[in-house]
């Protein structure tokens, strides 16, 4: 069985930093997509960086290069998101995603969440002076 379950939200100020985890139990990372989308209060879930085997990482949106980067320790099947100088925009609950086999482009992934078959419980992020 996949497990994805995500830890390190909290409530920061404007321009801090903060690194969320995800273990990920069930499968290993060979052919697969992980990374992370978000969803803020009364919008979308939104894709925010994606890393696969074949394609390395990438971010979906442009408000978080420069910012944000999605790495993995295959060591402990652990995906990280690394967030600096967060901004109030930030606020939402984060999820970790992954599909098993990659079969798209990973830019599909970002624009296309219901691609990724199992998804975390989230863990919310708070940017508030």
């Known amino acids: 069985e996949v497990q994805l379950v995500e830890s390190g939200g909290g409530l920061v100020q404007p321009g801090e930093s903060l690194r969320l985890s995800c273990v990920v139990s069930?499968?290993?990372?060979?052919?697969?997509?992980i990374g992370w989308f978000r969803q803020a209060p009364g919008k979308g879930r939104e894709g925010v960086s994606l890393m696969s085997g074949f394609d390395g990482g990438m971010a979906c949106t442009d408000s978080v290069k420069g910012r944000f980067a999605v790495s993995s320790d295959d060591a402990t099947n652990t995906v990280y998101l690394q967030m600096s100088n967060l901004k109030p925009e930030d606020t939402a609950l984060y999820y970790c995603a992954a599909d098993i086999e990659q079969t798209a482009p990973l830019g599909l992934y970002c624009t296309d969440p219901g691609q990724l078959d199992f998804w975390g419980k989230g863990t919310p992020v708070t940017v508030s002076s």
């Open positions: 069930g499968f290993t990372f060979d052919d697969y997509v």
